[in-house]
């Protein structure tokens, strides 16, 4: 920006002047970046314990998610075909297994949760509520009894619930 003063000279900040400006913010924002960064790494390294086990039942329930969502996309196709979810009346509240069409045990036989802690806790002609909680002997092998607690559900619209209740 240039100026005209009263001695008829102009004023204001060359070229120069405004690169040296910013290559000094850009240095301090460099240095004040890198001891955020520290800030927050050594925050983490305090908090890691704490939240290490969250993260490890959070990661054991998308198993139990792609459960539930293998037994809402079997309901959707039902509801496509018959209009009813319930499959006029012969899918009810219970076990998954063996109600509904194309999902036998075996399909949700997973690591942390077996074919038993997949139900049907709501179902009628427009809507249902499916369920999965894992209990002491879900799972297998070295895995039995980790989602001991651990429940998610999902409704007929997608709508999914994590809970996490300490045995």
């Known amino acids: 920006m ?7 000279k102009t004023h204001g900040f060359t070229l120069v002047e405004l690169v040296i400006v910013m ?27 704490l ?11 998308t198993e139990a998610t792609a459960g539930l969502g293998t037994v809402y996309t ?18 009810a509240v219970g076990a998954v297994g063996g109600q509904v069409p194309g999902i ?13 802690d997949y139900s049907i806790t709501a179902i009628d002609v427009t809507s249902f509520l499916l369920d999965c909680t ?6 297998r092998g070295n895995a039995e009894g980790n989602a001991n607690g651990i429940s998610m559900t999902l409704n007929q619209d997608g709508d999914k619930t994590y809970t996490y209740t300490a045995p």
């Open 23 to 49: 290559v000094i913010v850009g240095v301090l924002a460099a240095v004040a970046i890198a001891i955020y960064r520290g800030y927050v790494r050594k925050g983490c390294y305090s908090c890691r314990s």
């Open 2 to 8: 240039r100026m005209v003063g009263k001695s008829g």
């Open 51 to 61: 939240y290490a086990d969250v993260n490890k039942r959070k990661a054991m329930a």
């Open 74 to 91: 079997a309901l959707r196709v039902v509801f496509a075909e018959h209009s009813d979810y319930t499959r006029g009346g012969t899918i």
């Open 104 to 116: 036998d045990a075996g399909d949700l036989q997973g690591t942390y949760f077996d074919h038993g």
């Open 134 to 139: 894992g209990v002491a002997g879900s799972g």
